[in-house]
């Protein structure tokens, strides 16, 4: 069984920059499609970026220029750099990963931003 954990988030001014780790445990993390997620205050999981087994990776446009995500398969954790913050960019951050599934199916317990003007 695959388990995600997030840590990174904090508090940070505007403009300012912190950096989100996602640890994975449970199975060969290298064939695992994984990605960030912010939750919308309506509960859903508004895309981020992703990077796939083969390190290929995507962004959303709101994000593009100041995030970055990458991953280390030697110690099972992605991250996501995260730059020129705005009070925008505040929430709770998921990792998720594809196990076996098209789809996101396994998630993490999320991590908090917040940013302040």
């Known amino acids: 069984q695959v388990q995600l954990v997030e840590s990174g988030g904090g508090s940070v001014q505007a403009g300012g920059s912190l950096r989100l780790s996602c640890a994975a445990s449970g199975r060969t993390f290298n064939n695992y499609d994984m990605g960030w997620f912010r939750q919308t205050p309506e509960k859903e999981h508004d895309f981020l970026a992703s990077?796939?087994?083969?390190?290929?990776?995507t962004y959303a446009n709101s994000v593009k220029d100041r995030f970055t995500i990458s991953r280390d398969n030697d110690k099972n954790t992605i991250y996501l750099q995260m730059n020129n913050l705005t009070p925008e960019d505040a929430g709770r951050y998921y990792c998720?990963?594809?196990?076996?599934?098209?789809?996101?199916?396994?998630w993490g317990q999320g991590t908090q931003v917040t940013v302040f003007s």
């Open positions: 998720a990963a594809q196990v076996d599934s098209p789809g996101y199916n396994v």
């Open positions: 990077i796939s087994w083969t390190a290929h990776k």
